[in-house]
């Protein structure tokens, strides 16, 4: 993202404009959603729009077919959005949904 090389935060913000706009605008069995809602979602994590992001990464989660490829890489986003939440919140739920989502990424 030209946000990471740039550090401007209004990048940011539009891009998480853009990508709420795109999700909004695409039917639900649109091919590349998943994709979709996974860029979103790593856009929010990074405007520490938490709670958002992990709604996000689990709507982008469960657009993924089990047998794909990326879906070990979007649990892996879905369980670092629960542990940045833990550490901002102290919720112990959090860091569990964490740990269990971050091994089923690893099966």
């Keep these: ?3 990471e090389r ?3 935060p209004s990048d940011l ?3 998480i404009a853009t990508g709420r706009r795109v999700v909004a605008d695409s039917p639900v069995d649109h ?3 998943a994709t979709i809602l996974a860029n979103l979602g790593c856009a929010l994590h990074s405007h520490a729009e938490l709670d958002e992001a992990v709604t996000v990464h689990e709507q982008a989660v469960r657009a993924t077919p089990p047998d794909d490829p990326d879906l ?3 649990l892996t986003d879905l369980g670092g959005a629960f542990i940045a939440r833990f550490q901002l919140t102290g919720a112990r739920g959090d860091l569990r949904t964490a740990v269990r989502v971050l091994r089923k990424a690893t099966r």
Excluded: S
Aim: charged content about 45%.
């Design 1 to 3: 993202m030209r946000f």
């Design 6 to 8: 740039h550090g401007d």
């Design 13 to 15: 913000e539009e891009a």
């Design 31 to 33: 091919p590349d959603r």
């Design 72 to 74: 070990a890489g979007r």
